[in-house]
């Protein structure tokens, strides 16, 4: 297993590490001890055909480059990214931001490739990305007895087929799994193996039963949203985050943006398939995490400006949101 969790990342620690050997630095002409990340990054191999890769890093520059994608599998969960990035000509969907500066909803991709595609990676300086990647070699998942039996189907179809896809939005537990890899807790080194393949798995079981369910690769076909629902939308979103330390009243809420109590509910569920009071609860947890992992806030401190008057009841909604304490995203 390798990983870095430097501050600053340069461009040979990136080169060092991981899968980056046949990284083609396309622009800008950067030396070697150039400063390219900020954050931490990791490329961790979980057993013979089973890799890891995850970022929490922000670019320090408009950087192109450019890698050789090898026949296999992958699957991804963006947790936050402005990263363009294509694979083959299929360029891979991020979150970006709304109309107010919010992180978009969370993204999780798996991609089958029978031969060897081009990957590039357009990023733009002060772009943060926040994702978990899992390589699957070809052949890793026959292993299994059961990769053969009548009700896989539509999965090997799937990885017999180059660049198939399937795009949908992760579920809570997904991204629980996501980033208790992306801030793991210190370990001896064999059960911080066993933690990490634990929540790898977790993430691909997820990902197969989108495919073997043969969900449709455009989450947008499955909650078609108007141009005036994501504008109530991006509206919602803009109030909560200028009360994002008060209590919020969903009623009044409603009456502000001029919907009545049963239209709010039937948008968030549609949109994010939760109640109201749920985005509510993620929506002020997710800004606390924010708080928490760029700015170096205190636990009490974000928890008070998420409206938490207690930091033990903040902790333990954050745990429950996320699978971890908040003291373990603060920057280190």
């Known amino acids: 297993m390798r990983s870095t969790a430097n501050t600053y990342l340069t461009k040979a620690d990136l080169r060092s590490a991981g899968d980056a050997r046949g990284m083609v630095w396309v622009a800008p002409d950067l030396s070697r001890s150039d400063q390219i990340l900020r954050g931490r990054i990791g490329f961790l191999d979980i057993e013979d055909g089973l890799s890891v890769h995850y970022s929490n890093a922000v670019d320090l520059h408009d950087l192109h480059t450019e890698a050789e994608a090898p026949p296999g599998t992958t699957i991804s969960v963006f947790l936050e990214g402005e990263v363009e990035a ?40 002060g772009s943060r990305l926040r994702k978990v990647s899992i390589a699957l070699a070809p052949g890793w998942l026959e292993r299994y007895s059961g990769f053969v039996a009548s009700g896989t189907a539509p999965l090997r179809q799937f990885m017999s087929e ?21 801030a793991p807790p210190t370990l ?3 059960l911080f193996q066993l933690y990490l393949k634990g929540r790898v798995l977790g993430l691909i079981e997820e990902a197969l039963l989108q495919v073997m369910a043969d969900q449709p690769a455009d989450p947008v076909a499955r909650t078609p949203l108007k141009a005036g629902e994501r504008q109530r939308l991006q509206a919602i979103d ?11 009243n969903t009623g009044e809420m409603a009456r502000v943006l001029g919907l009545s109590a049963t239209s709010l509910q039937r948008l968030v569920r549609q949109a994010h398939g939760c109640s109201v009071a749920h985005h509510i609860r993620m929506h002020k947890l997710d800004r606390a995490r924010m708080a928490l992992e760029r700015d170096g806030v205190s636990v009490a401190e974000a928890a ?24 373990a995203v603060q920057d280190r």
């Open 188 to 190: 001896p080194p064999l």
């Open 304 to 327: 008070y400006m998420v409206g938490y008057n207690s930091p033990a009841n903040f902790a333990t909604a954050f745990r429950r949101a996320f699978g971890l304490p908040p003291s």
């Open 238 to 248: 803009s109030y909560l985050q200028t009360h994002l330390a008060e209590p919020i």
């Open 162 to 182: 180059h660049l198939a896809s399937r795009i949908w939005t992760p579920s809570a537990h997904a991204l629980s799994l996501a980033e208790q890899i992306i």
């Open 86 to 125: 294509w694979i083959g000509p299929m360029r891979i969907p991020m979150p970006g931001r709304d109309a107010a500066g919010c992180p978009g909803q969370p993204i999780a991709t798996v991609y089958s490739m029978g031969r060897p595609e081009k990957f590039q990676r357009q990023a733009r300086r």
